[in-house]
């Protein structure tokens, strides 16, 4: 059965940094398009920031576009997202996702993708 499991969550002061790792397994994942995605609370889940099969199609949302970088390491099943500059309007739990097999595109609609990851809490101070 595909899973995605998120790791590298934690707490960080205004300005700082995280990594987040999503490890896929299950499945064939080096094809698809991966996504983040984060809902904070009270708030409903928004797009983060997307990436094609290849690593060669990025794309992000405003609010991270020059401070978050995704990649992706397919010989590890793995897709990254290192958050730099972190804000506290940061804060969220930050899920990964992948579109079904056969679609290797980006995608910044959640609705393209059938796998999701259990989350994992950032949480940035001021």
């Known amino acids: 059965q595909a899973q995605l499991v998120e790791s590298g969550g934690g707490s960080v002061q205004a300005g700082g940094s995280l990594r987040l790792s999503c490890a896929a397994s299950g499945g064939t994942f080096s094809s698809r398009g991966m996504g983040w995605f984060r809902q904070a609370p009270g708030k409903q889940r928004e797009f983060v920031a997307t990436i094609n099969w290849s690593g060669e199609q990025i794309y992000y949302s405003d609010s991270v576009k020059g401070r978050f970088t995704i990649s992706r390491d397919n010989s590890k099943n793995t897709v990254y997202l290192q958050m730099d500059s972190l804000k506290p309007e940061d804060t969220a739990i930050y899920y990964c996702?992948?579109?079904?097999?056969?679609?290797?595109?980006?995608?910044?609609?959640?609705?393209?993708?059938?796998?999701w990851g259990q989350g994992t809490q950032v949480t940035v101070s001021s």
């Open positions: 996702a992948a579109r079904n097999a056969g679609w290797s595109t980006a995608s910044t609609v959640s609705v393209d993708y059938n796998t």
